[in-house]
């Protein structure tokens, strides 16, 4: 059976990684009892990656730009009680 793997969208530089592959482990382990290698659990990690991240990132960039609207909104403001007769 042949599978075919896309490359995530988001990528995790090599510290970042190895981090999130320790904390899978850890997790697997301490919540299921599951002890993984790290070959599973960077598997288990890309496939977040691919299938979640990006909804995780469009939410992110959404609430920036509601904030950030919010911001100017507040700044407009601002500038008009200054403004001089």
Excluded: C
């Excluded at 599951?34 to 960077?42: Q, T």
């Excluded at 469009?58 to 507040?74: G, M, P």
Aim: glycine share 2%; proline share 2%.
């Amino acid at each position: 059976m042949s599978r075919v793997k896309k490359a995530p969208s988001l990528q995790l530089d090599a510290a970042q990684t190895q981090g999130a592959v320790l904390a899978i482990k850890r997790f697997m382990a301490d919540r299921f009892e599951l002890e993984l290698g790290s070959f599973e659990a960077e598997e288990v990690l890309d496939f977040f990656a691919r299938e979640f991240a990006p909804h995780f990132y469009n939410k992110a960039i959404f609430d920036v730009q509601a904030h950030l609207k919010d911001r100017f909104e507040s700044i407009e403001s601002d500038l008009w009680a200054l403004e001089k007769d």
